[in-house]
């Protein structure tokens, strides 16, 4: 099990950029696929962006594809989310999530531990 601490959330306004971290606890972070996601109001909590445990494979929903950038420093038990080109339908609690398997999957229910997200508002 891990512990995930997420920060940098934030007002932002349209085409904006934000950094999101996530510190993890723990000594398995390292063998963990990672994963970005994010809940806006009345709406499923879905899969923004994951990494493998190396940090060699990643993976983008389409809305964010070329705006977002998913990394790890798995020396510093973090994982980042570089949000670029900020657009208002963003706007969601950003979560992140360790699963106990090194690799990738968007479903949330493949979890095992989550953050308590961060929120992120971009304005027009």
């Known amino acids: 099990q891990v512990q995930l601490v997420e920060s940098g959330g934030g007002l932002v306004q349209v085409g904006g950029s934000l950094r999101l971290s996530c510190a993890a606890s723990?000594?398995?972070?390292?063998?963990?696929?990672m994963g970005w996601f994010r809940q806006a109001p009345g709406k499923e909590r879905e899969f923004v962006a994951l990494?493998?445990?190396?940090?060699?494979?990643?993976y983008y929903a389409d809305s964010v594809k070329g705006r977002f950038t998913i990394s790890r420093d798995n020396a510093k038990n973090t994982v980042y989310l570089q949000m670029n080109s900020l657009k208002p339908e963003d706007t969601a609690v950003y979560y992140c999530?360790?699963?106990?398997?090194?690799?990738?999957?968007?479903?949330?229910?493949?979890?095992?531990?989550w953050g308590q997200g961060t929120q992120v508002t971009v304005s027009s």
């Open positions: 990494i493998s445990w190396s940090g060699g494979t990643t």
């Open positions: 723990g000594r398995t972070f390292s063998s963990r696929a």
């Open positions: 999530a360790a699963r106990s398997s090194g690799y990738m999957s968007g479903r949330t229910n493949d979890y095992d531990d």
